[in-house]
């Protein structure tokens, strides 16, 4: 990382700007050029390695791709804001951002896919999916794609004041 002083290393900051994001990135190869989807998510954490939950239409292109290769990208940030200066070299940017890549899947197991549409409800409102009355004909209407995020970075440049 080039601006080593905006890495983030800290497992509960990581965590933080996670929560703080609404939209993940998810890029997938198409025949050697990259599919890049911006899509709600949910996260959460498996022994210690970051798992990530989207979900979508039972047909369609992620879907097809997903089958011909399982890696996937995925990009998210959060905390935009303008850092005015004096002159136009001197403006800079406050964000938080997390890339990373890994291995996707599709969830097919009904537990399984209840446990990801709670995680991605309780990233998406902050509450708990036992709040929603749930339809089983909706869960089973509904993809899941699974990302077992194997490495990431977290960058961080954040007002000082």
């Not at 406050?94 to 899947?105: L, N, V």
């Amino acid at each position: 990382m080039r601006r080593e002083d905006r890495e983030v290393r800290d497992e509960e900051e990581i965590r933080r700007v996670i929560e703080s994001c609404k939209v993940c990135r998810l890029g997938l190869l198409d025949q050697g050029r990259i599919y890049i989807v911006p899509m709600n998510f949910g996260a959460m954490f498996e022994e210690g390695r970051l798992i990530l939950y989207f979900h979508g239409a039972k047909e369609g292109k992620k879907l097809e791709l997903l089958k011909e290769n399982p890696r996937a990208g995925i990009e998210m940030d959060c905390g935009h804001e303008l850092a005015a200066g004096n002159s136009a070299c001197q403006y800079s940017y406050y964000y938080a951002s997390i890339i990373g890549d890994g291995k996707a899947e599709i969830v097919t197991e009904p537990e399984e896919k209840q446990k990801a549409l709670a995680v991605i409800m309780k990233q998406q409102t902050g509450r708990d999916f036992t709040e929603f009355e749930t339809n089983p004909k909706l869960e089973r209407a509904v993809a899941i794609i699974r990302v077992e995020v194997e490495e990431l970075s977290c960058k961080c440049h954040a007002r000082s004041d």
